[in-house]
């Protein structure tokens, strides 16, 4: 692990307009992504955890959507960038899968030359060597017969080896980010045990970092090596995946840990979160999840608790009022 | 109510879909369930567990002849269901009820939750049309909807609540069982607990049974009393939830045990012995339809299709290893 992050997002926020008025689906995002490292978004529908990967690949339309904050990669600014100077950046350095693999694949085209084709794309090379690295990515991401199956068309592959696929398109232009959004939600368990074993060898053999957005704290605990909870909008708690499991500090943390079902323990009963994630256009003014949260205080009301370690000596950070006092922030500014 | 005799006993069911494979080649079939046979006691949670395309849905639809089986038969509080005549039937469907997945797709979009409701108890005759308004807010206030909802059309209602509508549905004729497909897995977790929690009291309540389809084994273990483990239309394990998932004895089993993502980043860490994926069902292995991904495999599991061995404490196993 080297000093500098590769990718370092501070006070991220991206905007929708709706109903005429500019929206803040997320607020105040903010974190480090090392060499090597993997860090999971976790959290439930509409938290804003995808929108937080668009962003990051400037892939929402300027019209409907607009970005305040930093998102510093190697050094450069991404925030502002044109869309010419993107191109530069997406797929090359940073690239990203997505839950379905059937819609990112061109259904009339062989899987083969799908992968040549992003590899000629970013590099010049001719096209026989382009398909020679295409079957050898296939082969990395343990598609069977990977120079047989070059010349085969999307729908005649599982949900499974179609996610490999796009995971090989992915890394043929070897970039040193990979956001991945759900890759494994669609998948039974058995592949997805799978695939995320092959992208842990992957990010270890080509010194690739990871954002991997989930919902499940099972698969978290697969992959990451730091943890982002989000909640509507928000990252309320931000820990290395042991602490965060070890100890989970923010409310809504703890409430996620006591409402799944585990496979691995017989619990008694599950502690339902009440209530439901408030829509866009209502969230509250202070800490967003107080309306639901069991501790709530007074004071969570009034304005938002920001994300900061309850011991500055400690990269655990948590926004929440339980564990660092509003006087103490104060104090801070 | 009899307490010896199962609610629900299913004896080798089968049922195989014509699909058409290429052009100018011969049609393929699907056997979607080969010789399923499994009971469902008075106020019991049976789980149904499996991977995509095992034929765990076409299961719950068989059960309730809301598919034809094309052999066995489905017997339900001692009445045969597979030759029950179309008016006798429609008076046990009262009994026997289904929710789904996705219940925004099985509620009308243009129908108030009302007049959804009111259909069902008309169609069913459950009560006099008078008595309906009343009927319909104990309904609403049972899966927890405010009195409100019957003036709301669905898209009106966040996903855990069009859930809470699919239950309404089935509960207003009064079942005894509830088929519940995939019920609560398109929900977040926080929503899923809550439904859980729903459909627990209700079962406490009526004396409700379940036959809850599901592919996640955490829902199994907090949910179900007992599991059947379903590989490629046919039922590889069978016992108490705990015993199963605790010593799986089934390779398979075993296999889905350990891929079932554990939040714990120790455990989660081991390296999970799985390999290969679902043969197509178009063409399954022959044998044990598990063998070409069982590390375990014999001579014997390519040749002969294992027979259910009793291993005692309620446990069953298709397995040669046991045979």
Not at chain 1, 105 to 124: F, S, Y
Not at chain 1, 143 to 171: L, T
Not at chain 1, 181 to 200: F, G, H, N
Not at chain 2, 304 to 310: I, K, S
């Amino acid at each position: 692990m080297t000093d500098a992050p590769v990718l370092a997002v501070r006070g991220l926020s991206t905007q929708f307009r709706i109903g005429g008025a500019w929206r803040a689906a997320t607020r105040n995002i903010a974190f480090d992504l090392y060499e090597n490292q993997t860090i999971a978004l976790v959290g439930e529908s509409g938290c804003g955890k995808s929108i937080t990967c668009q962003t990051i690949l400037g892939l929402l339309p300027a019209a409907v959507a607009r970005t305040e904050g930093s998102i510093v990669y190697q050094g450069r600014e991404l925030v502002g960038l044109s869309d010419a100077e993107m191109e530069t950046v997406r797929g090359k350095e940073i690239a990203m899968i997505f839950q379905e693999p059937m819609t990112a694949l061109n259904p009339v085209m062989t899987v083969g030359e799908q992968i040549a084709e992003a590899i000629r794309v970013h590099r010049r090379c001719t096209k026989a060597e382009a398909k020679a690295e295409a079957i050898a990515f296939m082969d990395r991401v343990r598609i069977p017969a990977a120079a047989q199956r070059y010349n085969d068309y999307p729908h005649q592959f599982s949900g499974g080896m179609r996610q490999r696929i796009v995971i090989a398109m992915a890394m043929a232009c070897k970039p040193k980010v990979l956001l991945a959004d759900e890759p494994t939600t669609a998948l039974d368990v058995t592949i997805q045990a799978q695939i995320l074993a092959e992208l842990r060898d992957l990010c270890a053999n080509f010194n690739m970092s990871m954002v991997f957005i989930t919902h499940s704290l099972g698969v978290v605990a697969a992959i990451a090596d730091r943890v982002a909870v989000m909640y509507a909008g928000e990252i309320v708690e931000l820990a290395s995946v042991e602490e965060l499991f070890a100890a989970p500090q923010h409310p809504y943390t703890r409430a996620l840990f006591q409402a799944i079902p585990r496979v691995d323990e017989t619990a008694e009963n599950l502690q339902a979160i009440p209530g439901q994630v408030p829509p866009i256009t209502a969230f509250p003014e202070g800490c967003r999840f107080a309306p639901r949260c069991p501790m709530r205080m007074e004071k969570c009301a009034g304005r938002p608790p920001r994300l900061a370690a309850a011991d500055p000596a400690s990269p655990h950070a948590v926004a929440c009022f339980l564990h660092h006092d509003l006087a103490l922030e104060e104090a801070a500014e | 109510m009899t307490t010896a005799q199962p609610l629900l006993q299913v004896f080798g069911v089968s049922k195989t879909f014509d699909v058409p494979r290429r052009i100018g080649a011969p049609p393929g079939k699907v056997h979607a369930l080969d010789d399923v046979t499994l009971d469902i006691a008075i106020g019991e949670t049976l789980g149904l567990v499996g991977e995509s395309g095992c034929g765990k849905s076409t299961a719950g639809r068989a059960f309730l002849r809301l598919i034809e089986p094309d052999t066995g038969e489905v017997w339900f509080d001692g009445e045969n269901l597979t030759t029950a005549i179309p008016s006798r039937m429609r008076t046990l469907r009262k009994r026997l009820q289904i929710i789904f997945q996705d219940p925004y797709s099985s509620l009308n979009p243009r129908q108030k939750v009302a007049d959804m409701l009111a259909e069902v108890l008309s169609v069913h005759k459950v009560c006099p049309r008078a008595e309906f308004p009343r009927r319909i807010a104990q309904l609403l206030d049972e899966v927890g909807l405010p009195a409100s909802a019957a003036d709301r059309f669905p898209h009106e209602f966040s996903g855990g609540q069009r859930q809470r509508l699919g239950i309404a549905r089935a509960l207003s004729v009064g079942p005894d069982l509830i088929v519940a497909d995939e019920a609560v897995s398109a929900l977040d977790v926080s929503i899923q607990a809550q439904i859980l929690d729903l459909l627990r009291r209700l079962k406490a309540e009526r004396n409700l049974s379940y036959l809850f389809i599901t592919h996640d084994l955490g829902v199994v273990r907090y949910f179900c009393q007992r599991a059947a483990v379903m590989y490629l239309g046919r039922i590889v394990e069978t016992g108490p939830v705990k015993d199963l998932l605790d010593e799986p004895l089934h390779p398979y089993t075993r296999m889905l045990r350990a891929a079932s993502p554990v939040p714990n980043p120790v455990e989660a860490r081991k390296t999970v012995q799985v390999t290969g994926e679902v043969p197509s069902p178009l063409n399954p292995p022959t044998g044990c339809h598990f063998h070409p991904r069982c590390p375990l495999a014999k001579d014997i599991c390519k040749q002969a299709r294992p027979t259910v061995t009793e291993m005692g404490g309620g446990r069953a196993v298709a397995c040669h290893l046991y045979g």
